[in-house]
């Protein structure tokens, strides 16, 4: 991919994580040039195509080029509104207007500046290449992985870890389709294997007993049984799970998902058929499991829970705590019934 100034980069599409592990190719290969970090800009869905114009149009800090990073833009201008930024209180101005706007700037886009345009899902890139200068567009589809056995195998690959076919297809069944997941665990593998070929029992020891843990914590919790939830948070420590990763990937979502089907459980049989409610974070078999956990809590115990869990995640990111710890400690608050 190639990363001299002027260029236009279209990337999109289901695989987020192929996307995004491209975006952050082209941000290190930006800091790697002097003054790198200085002449990156990196932009979200509710800016304008003014406020984008700003920026690209910025001469280089001391370098020959920068780079601009904008997120979601695309979608938004052509109608199909990212979540977040449907959200967001701030409001968003006229797709059809800003978008020809955005065109029509294109091809004045400073040589000495790469635009990088990331959308999730597809888009349809037709006027993009048209308004684009021939030679300096870059688009890339990153279609959604059907094949996610032939994945492991070429991920493993690159990565450097060594797998037998069990190996590969028992870590893809186990994994799913979720690539990030499938990623992280690759590299435990090759960390736990330590040169030698990954086997079928090597995953089944490291993943699959990792499920059990996170699975275990996360009903301890639900049970506010403290013994069990610390009994399950420290073998994943064993197993060199970081806090922040449990506190984020496991421990906050089973809240937020607790809280939904609260919610939903409240609503009447009509409006529930009504719900999309996978599209809430919720598998659709799983939720009379979910209610049933839920019941168990008033609405602002979960509230107080989550807040609970942000402070956290803020003391930990700016270094103010030590996050063993600290999520021990959160752990048992959790396990007690807050605000009695």
Request: charged fraction near 30%.
């Amino acid at each position: 991919m190639n990363s001299t100034g002027g260029y236009v980069y279209v990337l999109y599409g289901e695989d987020a994580f192929g996307r995004d592990e491209a975006v952050q190719t082209l941000k290190d290969r930006m800091r790697a040039l002097p003054a790198g970090d200085h002449n990156l800009t990196e932009l979200g869905p509710d800016t304008t195509v003014a406020g984008l114009r700003q920026a690209a149009d910025v001469v280089p800090f001391l370098a020959e080029r920068r780079m601009v990073i904008v997120r979601g833009l695309l979608s938004r201008l052509s109608g199909r509104t990212p979540r977040r930024a449907a959200r967001s209180r701030k409001p968003l101005e006229a797709g059809a207007d800003e978008l020809q706007l955005l065109l029509d700037y294109l091809p004045d886009l400073p040589q000495t500046t790469s635009l990088v345009f990331v959308e999730d899902g597809r888009i349809n890139p037709d006027a993009l290449t048209k308004a684009i200068p021939r030679g300096r567009a870059h688009l890339r589809e990153y279609g959604r992985v059907i094949d996610v056995v032939d994945w492991v195998r070429k991920r493993a690959r690159l990565v450097g870890v060594d797998m037998d076919e069990g190996a590969v297809r028992e870590l893809a069944s186990l994994g799913g389709t979720d690539l990030r997941r499938l990623d992280s665990e690759l590299h435990k593998l090759g960390d736990y294997a330590a040169g030698r070929t990954v086997t079928r029992a090597d995953v089944r020891e490291m993943v699959v007993s990792r499920d059990i843990a996170v699975w275990s914590l996360l009903d301890g919790l639900s049970e506010r049984r403290l013994d069990k939830a610390l009994g399950a948070l420290h073998a994943l420590y064993a197993q060199g799970e970081p806090p922040e990763a449990l506190l984020g990937r496991d421990i906050a979502p089973h809240y937020r998902r607790l809280m939904v089907a609260r919610e939903l459980a409240l609503l009447s049989r009509a409006e529930r058929a009504a719900v999309d409610v996978a599209s809430l974070g919720l598998n659709p078999a799983t939720l009379p499991r979910w209610t049933e956990q839920a019941s168990a809590f008033e609405r602002s115990e979960l509230e107080q829970s989550l807040a609970v869990l942000l402070e956290l995640d803020r003391h930990i990111k700016l270094g103010e705590t030590e996050p063993e710890p600290s999520l021990e400690v959160a752990v048992a608050r959790l396990c007690t019934r807050l605000g009695d």
